[in-house]
């Protein structure tokens, strides 16, 4: 439930912008509000399934005002939030884990023909075994399929990149879905407090859904999904890497007038945290930032020169900028809440690609991948002394290996 704390009263930089004590599910929920979604499609499964029981209360309240349909399974739930953008309404759906799987013919078809559906990915570990705390590989599988992936640390985070992810999806320049991962329990369960800009600061920062010629609607004829075989599907492909490509820009203008407006949001790719002096940097997504930066200031207590930065967009994504960014540390330790059995080194999703990112450039840091905290479970401040030295021995050249389980009991 949302705690008003301060009712009625201006907070923040904004007029009439509102504070409230909420989960991150709720946050989003309040940005589906706000930002006039037409259509939510939704069935239950958990950490998600907060964000379409905030929906359910804000219509029967009388604050929201959308098609609301409970679907018979996720298939059906993603397959009705794709024909409905279609057809010009803007909408949202959400999973985490296995339903998402379940998803995976609708999620692939939905980025093939570009529609803008935003999507929350409250993610949670795959079964089996199973859990329900958070892991990224349930988002993270999507990655190849054309879908804009974003993952957020805040309620706050969470409600702006809501309103941000429809703003850029929507983009006539890109029309690709975006997922908003949210980490299960960490960020979609826990309450922060949520600044809610005004109705009309949100009309000024997101028009309205507008397909153009591509509306689905008898007064236009054009075909959806068409059997194009080998004729022309090589050019589609082509088509959905130009909107891609073209993405990056897209972020940065969302990102610069979202903060124009609201003084939020102001590095789009990538934040960092005591890296101006660090030798050595860790690098991670989502909620891992909290205890990231706290190992990093336990460090610092210890004399030693450690930052953090947390990378905010997946896809597209931002390889110029982590080099940019990354290249002058002795080492560079990449956390990831993931795995990527049989990839090169055995290591990580994250750490693959920014490895990739580094291949052609001529200041490479050392690098090390940390692959730990799977299914929910804490990151400690012996964790982080074990990073660190790690990082120490990668950049004096003493690691046979630059993969490592942490965390992991004999």
Known sequence: MAIATQPGATTGALQGEEELLVTGSEAIAHALRLADVDIVAAYPIRPYDAVMQAVAGMIANGQMDCEYIVAEGEHSQFELVKHASAVGARSF???????????????????????????????????????????????????????????????????????????????????????????????????????????PIVDQYLPAYNLGDRLFHPDNPI???????????????????????????VIRDAYREYYELTGRQKEPFMETYMTDDADFVLVGQGTIAMPGRVIVRRLREQGHKVGFARLKWFRPFPADEIVERLSGFKSVGIIDRDYSFGSPHHGGVLFTEIRAAFYDSPKRPAMINIIGGLGGREFTAADGQEMFTLMQKAAAGDLTTNVHWIGVRE
């Open 93 to 199: 759906v959400g999973s985490s884990g296995v339903g998402w799987f379940y998803a995976f013919e609708a999620i692939a078809v939905t980025a093939g023909l570009r529609l803008p559906v935003v999507a929350n990915v409250g993610n949670r570990a795959l079964d089996d075994p199973g859990a329900f705390g958070v892991e990224h590989n349930d988002a993270l599988a999507v990655r190849d399929l054309g879908w804009l992936m974003t993952w957020v640390e805040t309620g706050q985070e969470a409600f702006d990149a809501a309103l941000i992810a429809y703003k850029v999806a929507e983009d006539p320049r890109v029309m690709l879905p975006c997922a908003v991962s949210t980490d299960g329990a960490f960020l979609t369960h826990s309450q922060h407090l949520v600044k809610i800009p005004p109705k």
């Open 223 to 249: 075909t959806i999904a068409p059997q194009v075989d080998q004729d022309w599907l090589t050019e589609i492909r082509k088509q959905n890497d130009a909107a891609m490509r073209r993405a990056p820009d």
